[in-house]
T-cell receptor, first 112, second 115 residues
Framework: QKEVEQNSGPLSVPEGAIASLNCTYS??????FFWYRQYSGKSPELIMF????GDKEDGRFTAQLNKASQYVSLLIRDSQPSDSATYLC????????????FGQGTILTVHP | DTGVSQDPRHKITKRGQNVTFRCDPI?????LYWYRQTLGQGPEFLTY????????KSRLLSDRFSAERPKGSFSTLEIQRTEQGDSAMYLC?????????????FGQGTRLTVV
């Protein structure tokens, strides 16, 4: 079992829709959770982080964390073509203390 | 400070040659990370430093790889006797431990091609 797994893509949504990206992790000791966006050929860019159970909203982005289910998600409201990218989930803490362990990423395409 | 800086951006080398990459972190950050990323995969952890101390090195990392951060500022990653399988994007990131979590910010990466 991979330490961090993301739902297989690619994910395609129409412009204006809600995109839902999911991630599960295996280490119950994980404490911090991150979402990065990576455009083709570019480096990852931090867009959200969450430490506590529940929801955290930042503009069109909402991160959701459920530690009991070892599940973290990212919702993108009013999706735009510029949101088309690979989204990487990362965790820290537990066996990943001091560093980030990444999932394989989910490719999101927002079509006009 | 404009962020994490990596040099060079691209490197093409012949198999068997040694290569060295440099990373300059965000100035107030005391943690520095090296990752490797291949096409279609997430970044794979290589090693990280807190100040000048190398705190962890991936067990998957060959002895041909070595990293240094001699004064707790910039870092170098050297790959000796490069192999075609070393071709990848090498990413450097930095973070501050003044607060909780490890929000890490990445540089532009160095793309290595071994021919």
């Amino acid at each position: 079992q991979k330490e961090v797994e993301q739902n297989s893509g690619p994910l395609s949504v129409p412009e204006g829709a809600i995109a839902s990206l999911n991630c599960t992790y295996s280490d119950r000791g994980s404490q911090s959770f991150f979402w990065y966006r990576q455009y083709s050929g570019k480096s990852p860019e931090l867009i959200m982080f969450i430490y506590s159970n529940g929801d955290k909203e930042d503009g069109r982005f909402t991160a959701q964390l459920n530690k009991a289910s070892q599940y973290v998600s990212l919702l993108i409201r009013d999706s735009q073509p510029s949101d088309s990218a690979t989204y990487l989930c990362a965790v820290s803490g537990g066996t990943s203390y001091g560093k980030l362990t990444f999932g394989q990423g989910t490719i999101l395409t927002v079509h006009p | 400070d404009t962020g994490v800086s990596q040099d060079p951006r691209h490197k093409i080398t012949k198999r068997g040659q040694n290569v060295t990459f440099r990373c300059d972190p965000i100035s107030e950050h005391n943690r520095l990370y090296w990752y490797r990323q291949t096409l279609g995969q997430g970044p794979e952890f290589l090693t990280y430093f807190q100040n000048e101390a190398q705190l962890e090195k991936s067990r998957l990392l060959s002895d041909r790889f070595s990293a240094e951060r001699p004064k707790g500022s910039f870092s170098t990653l050297e790959i000796q006797r490069t192999e075609q399988g070393d071709s990848a994007m090498y990413l450097c990131a930095s973070s501050s431990m003044t607060g909780g979590g490890t929000e890490a910010f990445f540089g532009q990466g160095t793309r290595l091609t071994v021919v």
